[in-house]
């Protein structure tokens, strides 16, 4: 089946860095990749949809410079975490669709900012 | 109101016992429906898709009723294995198409011994 790559699984990264979370799709061409965001106990929130070689559209409360999103191929997107604060901390997930086949989703980076 | 809405439980239950769970949308051009199991700290993985005749996959049963915007999840027989968190997930465009899924904020079961 479908096998969508994130990495890392974890990080934790002081205050004031950047961080880059890559989103593969490992045996499909993926157009079109979303990145979510969870908090505990809570669900997945979408934070913007990436378009290969287009930029990433945004949705609302959520800041394009400080979660740039790249797609410059149609298996690999990254999202970059920049100028981490602790409220940054969350589930980071993304997931691709296969059309009819459905949606796939990376394994989720657990982002801890100290 | 939110767009997806389920019951966040958590629903305790004993081995063997019927379990259901419901879920509303709001957006009525809604197309395509999905209940997603999520296990703690791990990635949503698709339960089944949910179809306007009912389907079943073994002890799982999903139910779309389009004129009240209501989907429901029965599981018969509860296994311990089934302890997860269950996500009502929509889409609203039609299947096929690139577009984000609109997710439910969960129902959380805990199968006992």
């Known amino acids: 089946g479908a096998v969508v790559s994130q990495h890392p699984s974890r990080v934790i990264c002081k205050s004031g860095t950047s961080v880059k979370i890559e989103c593969r799709s490992l045996?499909?061409?993926?157009?079109?990749m979303f990145w979510y965001r969870q908090f505990p106990k809570q669900s997945l929130m979408l934070m913007a949809t990436?378009?290969?070689?287009?930029?990433?559209?945004?949705e609302q409360g959520v800041e394009k410079d400080k979660f740039l999103i790249n797609h410059a191929s149609l298996t690999l997107s990254t999202l970059t975490v920049t100028s981490a604060h602790p409220e940054d901390s969350s589930f980071y997930i993304c997931?691709?669709?296969?059309?009819?086949?459905?949606?796939?989703f990376g394994s989720g980076t657990r982002l801890t900012v100290v | 109101r939110k767009e997806v809405e389920q019951d966040p439980g958590p629903f305790n239950v004993p081995e063997g016992a019927t379990v259901a769970f419901n879920c509303t949308y709001s957006n009525s051009a809604s197309q395509s429906f999905f209940w997603y199991r999520q296990d703690c700290r791990k990635e949503p993985k698709l339960l089944m898709s949910?179809?306007?005749s009912g389907n079943e996959d073994g002890r799982f049963t999903a139910q779309l009723n389009r004129a009240s915007q209501y989907i429901s999840l029965l599981i018969r027989d509860s296994k311990l294995s089934d302890s997860a968190t269950y996500l009502c997930?929509?889409?609203?465009?039609?299947?096929?198409?690139?577009?984000?899924?609109?997710f439910g904020s969960g129902t959380q079961l805990t199968v006992l011994p």
């Open positions: 990436s378009n290969e070689g287009s930029k990433a559209t945004y």
């Open positions: 949910v179809y306007s």
């Open positions: 997930v929509v889409n609203p465009v039609p299947s096929g198409s690139a577009r984000q899924l609109t």
């Open positions: 045996d499909f061409q993926a157009t079109t």
């Open positions: 997931s691709a669709g296969r059309g009819a086949d459905g949606y796939t």
